[in-house]
């Protein structure tokens, strides 16, 4: 099987971006851009100005712009809110998705599918109203264990991009995915979650199955053999599979 063009991978998640309404700002973005989205990673988050700017792909969630007032130190510089009015992306209304260069270069549907699955955390969290809302954005950005919680969940869009787009073993992939756990200072519960979720995708990969229902790498998937290009070879049939269930 041969993996689909990255042009071709890059094509889809800017497509699904667009259907889902969320703004992607991409390595080919302005300059200016990308840089007011990594400043607001670091304003919001942990994360550094310096490691976002080495490569982090990372979702700002909508009450980025309000959990920011809320920090005392983080404070979103009015350039940044300018340069994203510029670029008419109206953060509380859709937040927004910011892809590294080695992603968009190596695996930009996997880590689309990946941050996409923040996005509709962050749509989901929403609907419950601002406390679980705000409860969520702050915990999302913030604490570690609630985004492992979030990242285990995520991380399987990465380990089946890893087996179904880039053709590699399932067992390879479980273990690179796996070592994503020690990026986060977990306690013992949150860890177990991380990897149990992984474990149970990689089972359903061994047996030829995508893993849940509804993912965004299931939807990356339908798009890309969608568009000809792409024969995808043995899971032809599985990702045919969710077309029939989900409409029937
Ligand atoms: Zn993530």
Not at 26 to 40: F, G, K, M, N
Not at 102 to 117: I, K, M, V, Y
Not at 185 to 200: C, K
Not at 225 to 238: I, L, N, R, Y
Request: aromatic share 6%; glycine share 8%; net charge negative.
């Amino acid at each position: 099987m041969i993996p689909p063009p990255i042009d071709l991978q890059r094509r889809v998640a800017l497509d699904l971006a667009r259907a889902h309404g969320v703004p992607l700002v991409t390595p080919d973005s302005p300059s200016a851009l990308r840089e007011a989205v990594a400043l607001l990673v670091a304003a919001v988050s942990p994360r550094t100005y310096a490691e976002v700017a080495a490569g982090t792909s990372f979702y700002v969630p909508r009450l980025a712009s309000k959990v920011a007032g809320l920090i005392p130190a983080a404070v979103i510089p009015r350039l940044v809110s300018t340069l994203l009015d510029v670029a008419g992306i109206d953060l509380p209304a859709t937040g927004v998705v910011l892809l590294s260069r080695p992603a968009w270069d190596r695996s930009p549907l996997a880590t689309w599918s990946h941050e996409c699955g923040h996005y509709q955390q962050d749509a989901r969290v929403s609907a419950g109203g601002v406390v679980a809302s705000t409860m969520w954005g702050l915990g999302y950005l913030v604490h570690d264990d609630v985004e492992a919680w979030e990242e285990g969940r995520c991380r399987v869009n990465d380990l089946v991009g890893l087996v179904v787009i880039d053709g590699v073993p399932v067992d390879d992939a479980l273990a690179s995915a796996r070592a994503g756990v020690e990026a986060y200072s977990l306690d013992a519960t949150a860890r177990v979650l991380y990897l149990a979720a992984l474990d149970s995708a990689a089972a359903s990969l061994r047996a030829g199955e995508l893993p849940g229902e509804g993912t965004e790498i299931h939807h990356a998937l339908r798009a890309l053999v969608a568009s000809g290009d792409w024969d995808a070879g043995p899971w032809t049939a599985a990702i045919d599979g969710e077309r029939k269930t989900v409409t029937p």
